[in-house]
T-cell receptor, first 114, second 114 residues
Framework: DTEVTQTPKHLVMGMTNKKSLKCEQH?????MYWYKQKAKKPPELMFV???????INESVPSRFSPECPNSSLLNLHLHALQPEDSALYLC?????????????FGPGTRLTVT | AQSVTQLGSHVSVSEGALVLLRCNYS??????LFWYVQYPNQGLQLLLK??????LVKGINGFEAEFKKSETSFHLTKPSAHMSDAAEYFC????????????FGKGTRLSVIA
């Protein structure tokens, strides 16, 4: 199984809402990633977890809060978002943070903030 | 720090023609190099990767790329374009050592004309 799953596929939320994005992989990968992708742009790295510990935070605003409950799951908690946070949010995993292993991407969650 | 430059934000080819998407990398240490494809409203799918060994790398869907250290290039080619190849293509680099995630190029949109 080389699949990364993400739920929900689409999410519309108001600026005062709290919501969460979920990502799951069962490949035994020890590194998991959150990316934000705007239209016609490459993915921008947000967070990296390695062995369930936050390894990289690319200066992301605190209204985005990641969580890695176990080695297979990655969540992104959203609170008080702005309209400019509307984007495709991609989750990815790789065997390790270092090394030659490629990243496997999920299909993404299309987020719209109204 | 490593980086990649993709020459041409948009490439248009006729069906059956050669596809050439250009990628140049900058890395102070030997890199790992990747090409990903993204179809509309989907996640990224790995086409191929170069780690060590053979410099001509074959990937999925008939694509291949050649690592040329002297030219710091990793161009993606396909002998004959299909309509289904129309998508966004991203080149990415990762350092050989250290805990570093992928660094993506800005992407090249490939259009295939019937």
């Amino acid at each position: 199984d080389t699949e990364v799953t993400q739920t929900p596929k689409h999410l519309v939320m108001g600026m005062t809402n709290k919501k969460s994005l979920k990502c799951e992989q069962h490949m035994g990968h020890r590194a998991m990633y959150w990316y934000k992708q705007k239209a016609k742009k490459p993915p921008e790295l947000m967070f990296v977890y390695s062995y369930e510990k936050l390894s990289i935070n690319e200066s992301v605003p605190s209204r985005f809060s990641p969580e890695c409950p176990n080695s297979s799951l990655l969540n992104l908690h959203l609170h008080a978002l702005q309209p400019e946070d509307s984007a495709l949010y991609l989750c990815a995993s790789s065997p390790f943070l270092a090394g030659e292993g490629e990243q496997y991407f999920g299909p993404g969650t299309r987020l719209t903030v109204t | 720090a490593q980086s990649v430059t993709q020459l041409g934000s948009h490439v248009s080819v006729s069906e059956g023609a050669l596809v050439l998407l250009r990628c140049n990398y900058s890395s102070s240490v030997p890199p790992y190099l990747f090409w990903y494809v993204q179809y509309p409203n989907q996640g990224l799918q790995l086409l191929l990767k170069y780690t060590t060994g053979a410099t001509l790398v074959k990937g999925i869907n008939g694509f291949e790329a050649e690592f040329k250290k002297s030219e710091t290039s990793f161009h993606l080619t396909k002998p004959s374009a299909h309509m289904s190849d129309a998508a966004e293509y991203f080149c990415a680099v990762r350092r050989f050592s250290g805990n570093t995630p992928l660094v993506f190029g800005k992407g090249t949109r490939l259009s295939v004309i019937a």
